[in-house]
């Protein structure tokens, strides 16, 4: 198997008869499933979509989600998956960037979605997901997989990482870098078509959208979306199904740690429990292990790497501020500032080198020459190797602000705000909480009276609602540096 679409047939022909999907009351095999992808790549061939064509994809985790994505590689084109949060302006940014031909989307977005096709300056069709992903039992497939020729280092997927530069850094991952990431981690987590996986981390980012939705159908196991995290549902759903392996973000950990429930939820199915996308504090780990008795084991990876390690060590309660160590085939090394290994328990740069790995962003040399160091990407993580070779992560060397996952550029958000005619300074920055992310401080200098409620509401609409300040602080002036840089460090406080 080279390609990803090779593969899922291979699984799914494996597994014809095992349950692949479970949404409400619809189950659906996989049999009953590669049905669904071949009807909606047929009439994606019917529209005229070609190998390598971009095809956007918004809906929220869903059956339809899978079909799409499942869909679209078939096919041979390349997917971008919107983060269903995006408002009018990023999405035309990223069909624009992306040159965009198709976008298929579902009735929730739809308004969304033509108003921003309105103003796209270019031929793009939009397909609804729950008129074409569907089982036409009744109706011929007219799509032939085996005759569509795709090259395994042509990309997937199209993804963006703001990184450290402000600007969103296009990435292709090819079929070769996924099958790699998905065949590693099924090894390494040791999963299997016996399990159960909940859905409920957004497909849309790479978390979910490999970890769960991908992982489960590379190991022929059964998959639950989950569209929105209510904590009770959730929990219902993870003890009435039997899920065995859940993989989400450290606020919903969390969210159930502390949550209050008719009665005591029984998570005795779950055999794998894994936090990614920020840091699991410990103390809330404790919780969660008190309460459900297990600890959350965290996992590392980034857009351009995929997954790095995983914290599965025996010893886990000694370990659990550990992102573990490397999964199959990925190799880590720790520089110091010189460019030398680091020695153990000295913090360097994490360093990341596997066949998982992107060659580079897309048309930025710039910033190829400066990511990578003898074949191993700089992710600009900070962090330590112990004795034992487990990795702890201690933070970034730019200043992104990680809300549940999503990284958000300050300057994105300063520039809207400093649109605002009663706003003549501002700074944003990411202020710690107790889910082990960060919350958007906004910190202003007003020429005339400005309330925090008019600063959100002078947001709401132009950025996506997890970019919107959550703290706001006004202040007379900005704390500077002799040479006028603003010093980010004294305005953190909540």
């Known amino acids: 198997m080279t390609t990803v679409p090779e593969m899922f047939r291979h699984v799914a022909q494996q597994n014809a008869e095992r349950t692949a999907v479970v949404q409400g009351d619809l189950a659906v ?78 009735e929730q977005f739809a308004p969304l979605c033509q108003r921003v096709l ?14 074409h ?61 016996q399990d159960r996986f909940i859905g409920v981390a957004p497909f849309s980012h ?39 392996v859940f993989i989400a973000v450290p606020f919903m950990f969390i969210m159930l740690a502390q949550g209050r429930f008719h009665r005591p939820p029984d998570f005795a199915s779950l055999r794998l429990v894994i936090s990614s996308s920020a840091r699991m504090p410990a103390k809330h780990n404790e919780q969660f292990k008190e309460r459900f008795g297990m600890y959350v084991r965290q996992l590392y990876g980034s857009t351009e790497t995929g ?9 886990i309660a000694h370990s659990l501020d550990s992102v573990g160590t490397p999964i199959r085939g990925v190799e880590i090394k720790v520089f110091d ?17 596997s066949p998982g790995v992107v060659k580079g962003y897309m048309g930025r040399d710039d910033l190829n020459r400066e990511s990578f160091r003898d074949g191993y990407f700089l992710t600009g993580d900070l962090g330590t190797r112990d004795t034992y070779g487990l990795l702890y992560l201690i933070g970034r060397k730019k200043f ?42 906004a910190v202003i200098v007003a020429t005339e009276a400005v309330t925090p409620e008019e600063v959100v509401a002078h947001c709401q609409g132009k950025i996506a609602d997890f970019k919107i300040p959550s703290v706001v602080e006004f202040r007379d002036s900005l704390p500077k540096s002799p040479t006028g840089k603003i010093r980010r460090g004294m305005l953190l406080g909540q």
């Open 29 to 106: 095999t996989y049999a009953q499933l590669e049905k669904r992808v071949n009807t909606l790549a047929g009439h994606l061939q019917a529209l005229g979509v070609q190998v390598g064509d971009r095809i956007g994809l918004m809906c929220p985790n869903s059956l339809d989600f899978l079909v799409s994505y499942r869909a679209i590689a078939a096919s041979g084109a390349i997917v971008v998956p919107l983060n269903e949060h995006y408002q009018l302006n990023e999405l035309l940014y990223f069909l624009d960037v992306c040159h965009i031909s198709v976008l298929i989307t579902c």
């Open 118 to 131: 309105r103003q796209y300056n270019a031929p793009c069709q939009l397909i609804l997901a729950e008129e």
């Open 133 to 193: 992903a569907t089982d036409r039992a009744h109706e011929p497939s007219l799509f032939d997989p085996t005759v569509v020729r795709i090259d395994p280092d042509a990309p997937l997927m199209y993804q963006f990482s703001s990184g450290s530069t402000g600007t969103p850094k296009q990435i292709g991952r090819t079929h070769r870098n996924l099958l790699f990431e998905l065949d590693s981690l099924v090894a390494t987590l040791g999963v299997s078509n």
């Open 206 to 244: 790479v978390n979910g959208l490999v970890r769960s939705m991908m992982t489960s159908q590379r190991a022929g196991a059964t998959l639950y979306p989950v569209a929105k995290f209510e904590r009770r549902a959730v929990a219902r759903l993870i003890e009435d199904s039997h899920i065995s």
């Open 307 to 315: 997954t790095i390690s995983a914290n599965l060590s025996p010893d």
């Open 337 to 353: 500032d010189n460019g030398h290994t680091a020695k153990a328990d000295e913090m360097g740069e994490f360093a990341v080198r």
């Open 400 to 441: 992104f602000i990680n809300k549940a996952g999503f990284k958000i550029d300050p300057r994105e958000v300063e520039e809207l705000l400093e649109s605002h005619p009663q706003i003549s300074e501002v700074v944003v920055v990411g202020v710690p909480t107790n889910f082990g992310d960060e919350k958007v401080k």
